[in-house]
């Protein structure tokens, strides 16, 4: 290994992962058009490709020629920056997600880095500037609703969210993902946090904007939120973005709550097999979130508000105190 | 120490850009900029903790109200709008104060021994280094335990009151009820848990 220079050892890792992220990113799009045609009685998209296999192809190809429009209204500067940060920043959180380990410890992952779970947060936490520079500098009315809505509550959910982490991170007594994981080599952080899951659960929904916490594109109201102005290949950056944030909040429940890549019951598992765990969970996840889709229907936006203030934030405090008097009582680690 | 050039130019660059820019939510831009260049030299300096709380705090919770408030209120404001420009007139006293400040600096910094400067070495994936989580956090709460505590007073202290300046005068001391301006979002709750 000495021979091969550290920096093509990450050059080679980070292009591994971005190819296989991308790709999820393609099929999961094309799951949930499926899924949710099967959840309404019908069959979805199918025309492409046997059983519609082809339809991410199509669908890139449609987003690059598609005319790029800039609002005469609009910031150039900011509009043409704001995609960017949004699909930077969604991109950089794999960077440091292990998705498997070896038997000896090392991390299927691009970058260990000790603070691991702080710094997806630090990612996640600029993402929200991708979308309300975007509102803003698209010099319309729509836009700016969807960005300043997407900014209040990206703000009230990411402090719940962060607080149900806590817990986690109480337990295993680290904030390096790979330590997380493999604190839950017996038990899954899910049973003694099955309250800090919960409230993950739903702020990754509302962090993400989906539904039912869509209230920043919500169509019948805003026309299309933030991305109203936007059109081809820059509109197709947001939904990238999107959804790879979704795909970071199914591995991060995974990670923090389903023992990543350990499985069940305490059985060894870790190369190949880890790996498959690990997509399995997460694949779970992301099935979730196109169910959730399409059986509820959209917040009302003072209730999401008031929800996440006065219901989710004073539960994830209350389960933040609770577990960390019971680890300063029985301390089972270290 | 390339790393840290590079850093210092852009640092310095994006703090001019934040000053001069005439739109205000380019200077926010610009202070984003800078203070993710920080949050690098943080990095350089091996205080992984202080780099991500830097980012989590300042650019993701602060400086977002920034463009939000930007974006509700002064979006089409220019600074130059607002009243008469009075930078000649204090462009000299300015300039003399922060030339001052900095040769205190230096001087401070030429007079520190070379012993107490710490060459940082090592990765950021080194757990026991100098400004890792769990070092940050025994300093934070035993060395530094009373004006942590005596800074979260304050803070509470600050939101209480800013509750009490902002929030509805009839809740806080039960007197002087005004008319209710039809719109307000505190009668569409009421409302919600009548039906």
Known sequence: MSAVPIWLIVLVKAVIVLFVVITTFAYSMLAERKVMGWMQLRPGPNRVGPWGLLQPAADAVKMMFKEDLTPETADPLIYRLAPFISLITAMGTFAIIPFSANADGTLWSVGNVNAGILLIFCMTSIGVYGISLAGWASGSKFPLLGSVRSTAQMISYELAMSMSVIGVLILAGSTALGDIVNAQYRVWFILPQIVGFVIYIITAVAETNRAPFDLVEAETELVGGFHTEYSGLRFGLFFIAEYLNMITVSCLATLLFLGGWNGPFGLPSFGLLGLLWFVLKAGFFLFFYIWLRSTLPRFRYDRLMAFGWKVLLPVSTLNLILTAVAVALWPTHA | ?195
């Open chain 2, 1 to 195: 120490m390339i790393a840290f050039w590079i850093l210092a130019v852009l640092m310095i660059a994006s703090a001019v850009f934040t000053v001069s820019a005439r739109k205000p939510v380019y200077s926010v831009i610009g202070l984003l900029a800078n203070f993710v260049c920080l949050a690098g030299m943080y990095l350089e300096l091996q205080a992984e903790f202080l780099a991500v709380i830097q980012i989590v705090v300042y650019s993701g919770a602060i400086l977002i109200l920034f463009v939000f408030v930007i974006a509700l209120l002064s979006s089409g404001v220019r600074p130059f709008d607002v009243g008469p420009d009075r930078a000649p007139r204090i462009v000299i006293p300015a300039a003399i104060i922060a030339a001052l400040t900095l040769i205190a600096i230096t001087a401070t910094a030429l007079r520190t021994p070379a012993a107490l400067v710490r060459t940082p070495v090592g990765s950021t994936g080194d757990a026991n280094a100098f400004g890792s989580v769990a070092d940050f956090g025994v300093a934070l709460f035993t060395t530094n335990l009373l004006p942590f505590e005596v800074t979260a007073f304050i803070l509470m202290v600050a939101v209480i009151g800013v509750v009490l300046i902002a929030g509805d005068d009839d809740a806080v001391t039960g007197a002087r009820r005004k008319p209710r301006r039809p719109g307000k979002r505190e009668s569409i709750v009421k409302d919600t848990v009548a039906r």
